[in-house]
């Protein structure tokens, strides 16, 4: 098997000889003749690397005729006997291989094999480069002549043939985009298409927007620094600021006996726009902001560099909502980071947009609330629709109905028409006939069938024995990091291999605390965790994506985590959860942020838990890739505790519903209905609807 399996693996002849020199002299009949053993060698080194490339060079052909194997066979044997002239074995010889040479063969083969992967593992190590987006669009004359005339003051958007690529992939392709002055776009599509890259090149200006239309990209984090909360919100106001500046260095020179005479003038002129601005107002309207997306009073004045990165994006979410009269935000992903209670302020709060917004989200119940018309990104091109996704639904389902029927419609008529041409074409007294149709044919118009896309199918391994409950349980535990600060008290909670239990609550309020309690990562200060000696947990932390190791593939990853199984085996996992073909060989940092999260499935699945703990696992996810999540745990055989924040997601596989609050945990009898209804009561007593 040395031969058959490393064969590719020699450079030379002489460390073929190297690896099966032994094994030859033991077996030869001539084992002191060096010089023959060289010239096998160099034979067998010559034959293994004309196979190699003839097997990258062949393709398939189809035979002329029927070919005798037994024919064949013979003419192998004669050539095997002409290769190895000595080592063939007389009838009724037997073969005796030294065992500790053959082992020792084999083990100096391994090494070769092993230096090699420490080079390719060293090469992978380095530095990853990765692909940058790039953007082409068409010029318009007319355009670029008002722009420099200062005529185009229109706050509408129209970016006309345009193109986008990542590295070699073409994402877009003569798109056109228009956005009006008012209106709130969803934008949506399948992972891995484009979505984010769009944001980035209209946010950097690699398409052309008109110079007077400021932007704001809610996709980077506040930076940590000593600014407070507040004072980062109002700083985005930049025309606020800077009249306050000035402001405050007229006073100063004015105060110091430093004044020409003019500044009071100046200085009224100020106070007269920042009272038409409502300056004053400000910090009143960005603490409402602050407050609505969970930051209490407390927070809102400590510093940047005190918040962890996911209150960091709520911070600049917060900054592109209070500039909102001044920039045209563009958001990715805005309910990512956000509790369910945050994510019902914020749709109520966009209602009221009083300018443009394009947002990137998978929250099918969040762009209903938002959106005024949605964007499809698929087949390199963007399709626009009025009305909010539920209607999308409906239309786009209606259009490709339409659009395959004409299809059909056209390609029966083509083949009527060409049926004539081809009864006919010879025929003199029809020739003009003919010629008629075939221009007839030349002028349809060339209509496409519909472009489907693909199912997104996800499965999780089940392939485990039931046990009777008791399986999970917490009973009557106590828990702090501070023992001033308890976040939980007597909490006793249970579940089995049939629930599917959802937490939800305000963020801090001990989501993620519970669920590790619950896998054993947390002791609890007092109370008792039970868990069956046969429970094997898989768990999805929110942070999980961050997790993975960028730099090599998804195969890579899963040989690492988890080696002994063949490429094929793993590539077959990966399968399973969307990441298939030449996606499961890229570097994972080049993957989106949905394939992503399906790599670090598959790597949580590989060991074949029969109880799921998933902490916030349709973040990044597209639609169809939540409904089939969705639909894999239905059809899981064992236990789901999962916190999420996706309404629909939680409909669709929810059957228990636990809401974290006080420092203990209650369930909700009525469902997602009543925490929905609860949590408006409570906007209303605080004044924020």
């Not at 095997?80 to 010889?93: E, T, V």
Request: proline share 3%; glycine share 6%.
């Amino acid at each position: 098997g040395i031969l058959h399996d490393g064969g590719a693996e020699f450079e030379s002849a002489a460390e073929l000889e190297e690896a099966v020199g032994e094994l030859l002299r033991e077996v030869s009949q001539d084992a002191k003749d060096e010089g023959a053993i060289r010239e096998i060698c160099q034979r067998l080194f010559n034959t293994l690397q004309l196979d190699e490339g003839r097997a990258q060079r062949c393709s398939q052909v189809l035979l002329d005729a029927p070919i005798q194997l037994s024919q064949i066979t013979d003419g192998y044997a004669d050539a095997g006997a002409d290769l190895l002239p000595g080592l063939l074995l007389k009838r009724g010889q037997t073969s005796v291989v030294n065992a500790k040479k053959l082992e020792k063969a084999e083990a100096r083969l391994k090494a070769k094999q092993d230096k090699r992967m420490e080079k390719d593992s060293m090469k992978s190590s380095g530095p990853l480069v990765l692909e940058e987006a790039s953007a082409s669009q068409a010029s318009s004359k007319k355009e670029t002549r008002m722009e420099s005339s200062g005529k185009n003051k229109s706050y509408d958007v129209r970016i006309e043939n345009f193109d986008v690529s990542f590295g070699e992939r073409v994402l877009l392709t003569g798109a056109d985009l228009n956005l009006a002055f008012g209106r709130r776009y969803g934008l949506v599509g399948r992972n891995g298409l484009g979505k984010t890259t769009l944001l980035k090149m209209i946010a950097s200006r690699s398409l052309r927007i008109p110079s007077h239309i400021s932007i704001l990209h809610v996709e980077q984090e506040v930076a940590g620094d000593e600014t407070p909360a507040l004072q980062s919100v109002l700083e985005c106001d930049t025309t606020r600021e800077s009249l306050l500046q000035e402001e405050r260095e007229l006073t100063a020179k004015v105060n110091a006996g430093r004044g020409e005479g003019t500044e009071g003038a100046r200085l009224s002129e100020i106070y007269a726009k920042l009272e038409e601005i409502e300056a004053d107002k400000a910090p009143a309207r960005a603490s409402v902001i602050l407050a609505g997306l969970g930051f209490s009073a407390k927070m809102q004045h400590q510093t940047t560099k005190e918040f962890s990165g996911g209150w960091r994006m709520r911070l600049a979410l917060a900054r592109a909502l209070f500039a909102r009269l001044v920039s045209r935000p563009l958001c990715s992903g805005p309910t990512n980071m956000l509790d369910v209670r945050a994510i019902l302020w914020l749709e109520t709060y966009l209602q009221t947009w009083p300018s443009t917004i394009l947002v990137v989200s998978h929250d099918r119940n969040f762009l209903n609330m938002v959106a005024t018309d949605i964007i499809h990104l698929h087949s390199q091109r963007l399709d626009m629709y009025r009305g909010d996704f539920e209607n999308f639904m409906k239309t786009k389902e209606e259009r490709l109905k339409n659009q395959q029927r004409e299809y059909e419609a056209q390609q029966q008529y083509r083949e009527h028409i060409q049926v004539f041409i081809d009864r006919f074409r010879y025929n003199a007294n029809r020739a003009s006939q003919v010629q008629s149709k075939i221009k007839l044919l030349e002028k349809l118009p060339d209509l496409k069938p519909v472009d489907k896309e693909s199912e997104v199918i996800m499965k999780f391994p089940d392939g485990f024995e039931k046990f009777s409950p008791p399986i999970l349980q917490l009973d009557e535990v106590d828990f702090y990091y501070d023992p001033s600060h308890y976040i939980f008290r007597s909490l006793s909670v249970s579940a089995d291999l049939e629930s599917r239990i959802c937490v939800v609550g305000e963020n801090g309020a001990g989501k993620s605390t519970m669920l590790k309690i619950l896998m054993g990562e947390l002791a609890p200060v007092s109370g008792i965790r039970h868990a069956h000696r046969n429970l094997k947990i898989g768990y999805f932390s929110q942070h999980h994506v961050d997790q993975l190791d960028l730099n090599i593939s998804a195969v890579e990853l899963l040989a690492r985590k988890f080696p002994g199984k063949t490429e094929e085996e793993y590539r077959h996992h990966l399968g399973r959860y969307g990441i298939s073909g030449e996606l499961a060989v890229r570097p994972v940092a080049s993957l989106s942020g949905g394939q992503k999260s399906r790599v670090a499935f598959a790597q949580m699945t590989m060991s074949c838990p029969n109880f799921y703990i998933l902490d916030e696992p349709t973040n990044h996810l597209d639609m169809e890739t939540i409904e089939a999540l969705a639909k894999a745990l239905n059809a899981f055989r064992g236990g789901v505790i999962l916190v999420s924040h996706d309404e629909r997601f939680i409909r669709l596989l929810c059957q228990e519903l636990w809401v974290c609050e006080n420092a203990t945990v209650t369930r909700i009898e009525g469902g997602f209905d009543q925490y929905r209804d609860i949590l408006k009561e409570q906007f209303q007593k605080e004044g924020f609807l």
